[in-house]
């Protein structure tokens, strides 16, 4: 009888570190993948509400251009002298933008 009582209680040990175990997967995943994705999510919401008038910018495209004029989620990018398109917003690059800005 006091075998068996012995044996329960070292299956239920065993469980507790499977527990942990996962426990200990889900919180590096949380750390490793999804934080650092939450923070890039946040500096291009930043990024995005903060470009005005006159910044040169990058859309995911590659075409480079100066904002001429913002409204609402579009913006108006000057090409070169008069020749301007209109894009959305979230086509800007936040990444190229800051490596154009870098190499000038």
């Known amino acids: 009888m006091k075998l068996w009582i012995l044996l329960q209680a070292e299956g ?4 507790m570190g499977q527990v942990f175990l ?5 919180l590096i ?3 490793f993948m999804i934080r650092p994705q939450q ?10 509400e903060s470009i005005k008038k006159g910044d040169s910018v ?9 904002i001429y004029s913002i409204d609402g989620d579009t913006l108006t990018l000057e090409l070169d002298k008069g020749f301007k398109i ?14 154009a800005i870098g190499t000038k």
């Open 29 to 31: 995943m949380y750390f």
């Open 86 to 99: 209109k894009v959305e917003k979230s086509a800007v690059s936040t990444d190229f933008t800051k490596k």
């Open 39 to 48: 923070k890039k999510q946040k500096e291009t919401k930043n990024f995005l």
């Open 22 to 26: 996962f426990g200990s997967i889900i």
């Open 58 to 66: 990058v859309t995911i495209g590659g075409i480079h251009g100066k």
């Open 12 to 15: 239920g040990a065993g469980i």
